[in-house]
């Protein structure tokens, strides 16, 4: 991969990683939380032989810019970050693909509708009308995500300080991939990422801007009205592949995901987790190739 810095329209610089050849279809490949470009390190090989891949470290992860105040992490800001950085690059169309809250940007971003996205793939990603149904209505999902609610805590940083970044590396990913398969200087670019001045922050911050109402377990509230009205259709392909064993976003997320838009798939992968990319990269690489190369 090469890596470089650009100034991005939305007033931020943004660190993108790139690979494959200029002239292959473009496709811009969103990361999630806590992460970075790094997250496709395993797939991009996979891919960069008939894509052009771009990966950038998303406003406030890694070594992108990392605005302090929650507002700079409005879903509004976030999505036109990933339209200036196909403006800075000169790409007018391009196929998107996210995991994590690169997904949740994705999906956001497609609902919108903007002829320049041509290609919509997500992994474990759910969609957000889903997703905010299930928080209210399923108590094991709800159950699963009561870790937002403590990320946007006053005082989670100063938490994650005290236990120290390989504690919170471990807590971050145990539950999710075995720890043993993660090369150490892996383990490094994540912890030096973390340490930069401000990055905790930063990276919460994208919980603290979200909409999503997380409600204690046991609690009874009412639908929002944004869920009770129908969301609008999708009209480009769509390929989500989804590993199984995720135990943050239940099996759930995949309930009526047919009916989003006019086209989409379904790649279930068995034995793989939320952390996908990084687990099974040959499955994900293969679910996502053909749908991203259909000429291939």
């Known amino acids: 991969m090469r890596t470089e810095r650009l100034p991005l329209s939305t007033g931020i610089t943004m660190n993108v990683a790139t690979d494959g050849p200029d002239g292959a279809p473009p496709v811009i490949l969103l990361h999630g939380f806590p992460e970075s470009h790094r997250t496709w390190r395993a797939v991009a090989p996979r891919l960069a032989d008939t894509l052009r891949l771009i990966m950038p470290d998303l406003r406030g992860f890694g070594k992108s810019d990392r605005p ?8 509004d800001t976030l999505i036109a970050d990933i339209f200036a950085l196909a403006d800075a690059l000169r790409i007018d169309r391009f196929a998107l693909v996210g995991h994590d809250w690169g ?3 994705a999906w956001a971003a497609a609902l919108r509708g903007s002829p320049r996205i041509e290609r919509l793939a997500i992994v474990n990603s759910p969609h957000p009308w889903i997703f905010q149904k299930s928080l209210i209505e399923d108590e094991a999902q ?3 995500s009561q870790y937002i609610t403590a990320f946007r805590a006053p005082g989670i940083e100063a938490a994650i300080a005290r236990m120290g970044y390989d504690t919170f590396f471990e807590k971050s990913f145990e539950k999710h991939v075995d720890l043993s398969l993660i090369p150490e200087d892996e383990r490094r670019h994540y912890i030096d990422d973390w340490s930069r001045p ?3 922050t930063a990276m919460l911050n994208w919980y603290r801007a979200s909409h999503l109402i997380v409600p204690p377990p046991g609690a009874t509230v009412p639908v929002p009205d944004w869920v009770l009205r129908l969301a609008p259709k999708i009209a480009v392909p769509i390929r989500v592949v989804w590993g199984l064993e995720d135990k943050a976003l239940l099996p759930i997320q995949l309930e009526g995901i047919g009916e989003v838009g006019d086209d989409v798939e379904v790649f279930p992968l068995k034995g793989a987790g939320h952390f996908a990319p990084w687990e099974a ?16």
């Open 68 to 75: 302090q105040d929650v507002e700079a992490y409005s879903t």
């Open 103 to 105: 997904g949740a940007i």
């Open 142 to 144: 709800r159950e699963a």
């Open 198 to 200: 401000g990055a905790t």
């Open 281 to 296: 990269p040959d499955p994900v690489a293969a679910a996502l190739r053909p749908f991203l190369s259909p000429s291939s």
